[in-house]
């Protein structure tokens, strides 16, 4: 084999490292809105709502409280998705953060991480559901996605 075969080969190895690295890497997100949600919770697990168009925003609408809803409605859904995520948090809620969103397919997945508690401080046990509505360039986006989950890390 040659020296123009060997670069060749690593020129090839090179590129798809490249592009698994780009595959797994985050997208960009902002929260348009957070907070302790008004609908019933929809489950004792975290799940994600994913909207992409102004019609799916009802799904969303029903479960926070007015001024989120403006914020759900105020998303351009021609440049944008919107991602609720909603989970059994309570008074944890303040060390959970979100960590990345990936692509996977037409799935985006959130990662969530759940902070541990500093020492020496205490929190309340109490559990209600929480919000974040995260909103997700469609210009990051491989496709447009048809469905969203959540991931848990941390204690």
């Known amino acids: 084999m040659g020296r123009g075969h060997l670069?060749?080969?690593l020129l090839v190895v090179l590129l798809a490292a490249a592009a698994s690295a780009a595959a797994a890497s985050s997208i960009p997100w902002r929260?348009?809105?957070h907070g302790v949600a008004t609908g019933a919770p929809p489950s004792d697990?975290?799940?994600a709502v994913l909207v992409?168009?102004?019609p799916?925003?009802?799904r969303i609408v029903a479960r926070v409280p007015a001024s989120a809803a403006r914020a759900a409605r105020a998303v351009n859904?021609?440049?944008s998705v919107l991602v609720g995520v909603f989970g059994p948090f309570g008074c944890t809620d303040a060390r959970i953060t979100v960590a990345r969103i990936v692509e996977h397919g037409r799935t985006l997945i959130v990662r969530l991480v759940r902070k541990p508690l500093p020492p020496g401080t205490m929190e309340?046990?109490?559990i209600f559901t929480t919000y974040r509505l995260l909103v997700v360039p469609r210009s990051a986006l491989a496709r447009v996605p048809t469905a969203a989950r959540v991931t848990l890390a941390g204690a």
Do not use: F
Request: hydrophobic share 50%.
């Open 52 to 54: 992409a168009s102004k």
């Open 45 to 47: 697990v975290p799940v």
């Open 31 to 33: 929260i348009a809105a």
């Open 77 to 79: 859904y021609r440049t």
């Open 56 to 58: 799916g925003t009802a």
């Open 7 to 9: 670069s060749l080969t």
């Open 124 to 126: 309340c046990l109490a």
